[in-house]
C-alpha cells in the first residue's frame, strides 16, 4: 500500500528558504500517469494547492507562488520535494505531499501524507 | 480569496440529506469535468470522496454522490450521520494557466 510522509525542518526564518521532502513507499515514484503534489493549510484555513510534478518531470505551480516555488523528483531515494524561497509568516501551514489517481485528472489525490507543521518566525 | 465559492457552513440531522455547493466560472467548473471532492476531519489529512464530478473511489460509501450544472458542482450526502461532521473542500481544473483551485471549504455539523 502507498505511503507518503514529509519531512521538514518545523520552523524556518523569515527571508530563508523553506525545504521539505516527501518519502514514497510501498510504490514508485517513476510510475506512469500520477501526479505528485503539494497542498498547505494555514492554521484554520482552507486547501491550498502548491504545485505538483507529472511522472515526466513536467511541473505545474500555482500562479501565486510560482515566483518562488521549486518542485524536483529524486528517483533514487524514491522522493519529491518543494522548495519555497523568501518566507514569510503567510507561509506558515500544515504542508501535505499527496498523489493523483491514475490517468490524468491532476486534482484528484487520493493518497496523502500525514502533513508536517512549518511555521515561519525569527 | 478562493478561487471556487462554497458556503461556510451547513447543517443537518441525522438520516436527512444535504447539499454543499462549488461555484466556479466558465474558466474551471463550467468547461472541465474535473472536479473533486475532499472530506477533512480535524487534525487529518484530506480524503477524496469524489472525483470527476461524480465518481466514487474505492471503499467511499454510496452515501456521497456529485454532480454539476453550469458553472456549479455540488455534494450531496444522504443519510446523514455523526461521523460525516467534517470539512469539506471542491477542487476544479482550470486549464494550463491557473491548472487547480480549491473552494474555501464547508464545514457540515451533524445536529
Known amino acids: 500500500q502507498l505511503q507518503l510522509q514529509e519531512s521538514g525542518p518545523g520552523l524556518v526564518k523569515p527571508s530563508e528558504t523553506l525545504s521539505l521532502t516527501c518519502t514514497v513507499s510501498?510504490?514508485?515514484?517513476?510510475?506512469?500517469?500520477?501526479?505528485w503534489g503539494w497542498i498547505r493549510q494555514p492554521p484554520g484555513k482552507g486547501l491550498e494547492w502548491i504545485g505538483s510534478?507529472?511522472?515526466?518531470?513536467?511541473?505545474y505551480y500555482n500562479p501565486s507562488l510560482k515566483s518562488r516555488v521549486i518542485i524536483s523528483v529524486d528517483t533514487s531515494k524514491n522522493q519529491f520535494s518543494l522548495n519555497l524561497s523568501s518566507v514569510t509568516a503567510a507561509d506558515t501551514a500544515v504542508y501535505y505531499c499527496?498523489?493523483?489517481?491514475?490517468?490524468?485528472?491532476?486534482?484528484?489525490?487520493?493518497?496523502w501524507g500525514q502533513g508536517t507543521m512549518l511555521t515561519v518566525s525569527s | 480569496q478562493s478561487a471556487l465559492t462554497q458556503p461556510a457552513s451547513v447543517s443537518g440531522s441525522p438520516g436527512q440529506s444535504i447539499t454543499i455547493s462549488c461555484t466556479g466560472t466558465?474558466?474551471?467548473?463550467?468547461?472541465?469535468?474535473?472536479v473533486s471532492w475532499y472530506q477533512q476531519h480535524p487534525g487529518k489529512a484530506p480524503k477524496l470522496i469524489i472525483y470527476?464530478?461524480?465518481k466514487r473511489p474505492s471503499g467511499v460509501s454510496n452515501r456521497f454522490s456529485g454532480s454539476k450544472s453550469g458553472n456549479t458542482a455540488s455534494l450531496t450526502i444522504s443519510g446523514l450521520q455523526a461521523e460525516d461532521e467534517a470539512d469539506y473542500y471542491c477542487y476544479s481544473y482550470a486549464g494550463s494557466s491557473t491548472f487547480m483551485v480549491f473552494g474555501g471549504g464547508t464545514t457540515l455539523t451533524v445536529l
Open positions: 466558465s474558466s474551471d467548473v463550467g468547461i472541465y469535468n474535473l
Open positions: 470527476e464530478v461524480s
Open positions: 510501498g510504490g514508485s515514484i517513476s510510475s506512469n500517469s500520477y501526479y
Open positions: 510534478i507529472y511522472y515526466s518531470g513536467n511541473t
Open positions: 499527496a498523489r493523483t489517481l491514475w490517468g490524468g485528472d491532476p486534482g484528484s489525490f487520493d493518497v
